[in-house]
């Protein structure tokens, strides 16, 4: 069964720093392209960044570019989002997701985690 | 960026009616568009692939069509678990985008 579980998110000040995590199981990880898509309180989805399965592509929304970085340690079924210089803005739920074409930057999200809130207040 | 127009926000139904959800995009994406079924507090579920392809465990009540610019999602006889809020994405090209989301509520 495949499952991704995020982990954490919690309470940040503007200005402050957060790294999450996505720990993968039940299929091969390795060949997967990975995302994080978020979800602000009350709103609708939000695509934040692709990692392909090597790492050797990665694509961001201009709204993270510059202060987020995805990246994947295949050793350890593992998807990370290094979220720096944190807005008001980026408070939303984060889910890690998986695109179901194994070789593809773009797709279909066919699995995704239950997700992980990220308040950035004061 | 390509935008995407989707209707209506919030669709009043009751169990047994047929409903239509519309996605316009802003340019052709072919068939690169996905839905999605998302319940209060839950994930995302994928619903419906390049277009009109039904996932793997999706009751067959749900279906989908359209091509180029204009998709739609139709339910054809909505039970009680349908009530959710549906999301299209295309993924034709970056940065790949949802709808803002339309919410199918009890009338």
């Known amino acids: ?5 995020e982990s954490g998110g919690g309470l940040v000040k503007p200005g402050g720093s957060l790294r999450l995590s996505c720990a993968a199981s039940g299929f091969t990880f390795s060949s997967y392209s990975m995302n994080w898509v978020r979800q602000a309180p009350g709103k609708g989805l939000e695509w934040v960044s692709s990692i392909s ?6 694509y961001y929304a201009d709204s993270v570019k510059g202060r987020f970085t995805i990246s994947r340690d295949n050793a350890k079924n593992s ?3 290094q979220m720096n210089s944190l807005r008001a803005e980026d408070t939303a739920v984060y889910y890690c997701a998986r695109l179901a074409e194994a070789a593809a930057g773009l797709g279909r999200i066919d699995y995704w985690g239950q997700g992980t809130l990220v308040t950035v207040s004061s | 960026a390509i935008w995407m127009t989707q209707s209506p926000s919030l669709l009043s139904a009751s169990t047994g009616d047929r409903v239509t959800i519309s996605c316009r995009m802003s340019q052709g994406i072919s068939s ?7 319940k209060p507090g839950k994930a995302p579920e994928l619903l419906i692939y390049a277009a009109s392809t039904l996932q793997s465990g999706v009751p067959s009540r749900f279906s989908g069509s359209g091509s180029g610019t204009d998709f739609t999602l139709t339910i054809s006889c909505l039970q009680s678990e349908d009530f959710a809020t549906y999301y299209c994405q295309q993924y034709y090209s970056f940065p ?11 009338k």
């Open chain 1, 53 to 58: 399965s090597s790492s050797s592509y990665i």
């Open chain 2, 96 to 106: 790949p985008t949802f709808g803002q989301g339309t919410k199918v509520e009890i």
């Open chain 1, 79 to 81: 998807l990370y989002l």
């Open chain 1, 1 to 5: 069964e495949v499952q991704l579980v």
């Open chain 2, 32 to 38: 690169y568009l996905a839905w999605y079924q998302q």
